[in-house]
Each structure stands twice: as structure tokens, then as C-alpha cells.
């Protein structure tokens, strides 16, 4: 069993930055973030293979990345934007996938909480 805790969220004003950390706990390989908005579906972020050699990302300014041996997966984000005012949610599997397939979020069968980002204008 994996268990997730997301810390690091905030407001913030726009153009600035925030960095959000996830500690898992149990045995991960592929692990994402994901976030939603009031009113909007769940939308993916990023995710990063389990020795961080294949990262993919929705936007440019956010920046995934992992340390294993902290069990500690990062998320950061610049030059933040109202928009990007949601609940960010850090995801885990313990399946190595590849692809298209990892922008899903049934992908992840483990969630955290979710730590809420906010920004103003």
C-alpha cells in the first residue's frame, strides 16, 4: 500500500513561485501531480518515471523531479498564474508505464489529499 502526503501550497501572487512536495510512503515507480479547479475536471500536470529519466509536463513552467532515497517527489511551479489556482494532487503507481497512458489519471491507483494553490491577481 502507498500512501501520500502533499505539503508546500499557498497563496501566491501571479509571476511567483511555489515549490510542493510529496512524501510516499511503500514502494512507487511512476508518480505524477495532477490538479483541479472549482467546477473544472481533474487535469494532469506531470509525471516522472521512478529513476527520473522520462519527465513529461502540461506546461513549461512547471518543472517535475524526484529523490528516492528521500521518497520525496517535487513539483515546481513559476511563474504561477491566476488559472493555475486549484487543489494540486500528487499520484503513484507501482507499475512502470510508458506513453500516452500516463497523462491518465485512472493511471494512479494511489492520491494524497491534495494541497490547494492559489493565486492572485
Known amino acids: 500500500q502507498v500512501q501520500l502526503v502533499e505539503s508546500g501550497g499557498g497563496l501566491v501572487q501571479a509571476g511567483g513561485s511555489l515549490r510542493l512536495s510529496c512524501i510516499a510512503s511503500?514502494?512507487?515507480?511512476?508518480m505524477g501531480w495532477f490538479r483541479q479547479a472549482p467546477g473544472k475536471e481533474r487535469e494532469f500536470v506531470a509525471s516522472?518515471?521512478?529513476?527520473?529519466g522520462s519527465t513529461h509536463s502540461a506546461d513549461d513552467r512547471f518543472i517535475i523531479s524526484r529523490d528516492n532515497a528521500k521518497s520525496t517527489l517535487w513539483l515546481q511551479m513559476n511563474s504561477l498564474k491566476p488559472e493555475d489556482t486549484a487543489v494540486y494532487y500528487c499520484?503513484?503507481?507501482?507499475?512502470?508505464?510508458?506513453?500516452?497512458?500516463?497523462?491518465?489519471?485512472?493511471?494512479?491507483?494511489?492520491w494524497g489529499q491534495g494541497t490547494q494553490v492559489t493565486v492572485s491577481s
Open positions: 511503500g514502494r512507487t515507480s511512476l
Open positions: 516522472i518515471s521512478w529513476n527520473g
Open positions: 499520484t503513484a503507481t507501482t507499475v512502470p508505464y510508458i506513453g500516452a497512458v500516463v497523462r491518465r489519471a485512472d493511471t494512479y491507483p494511489y
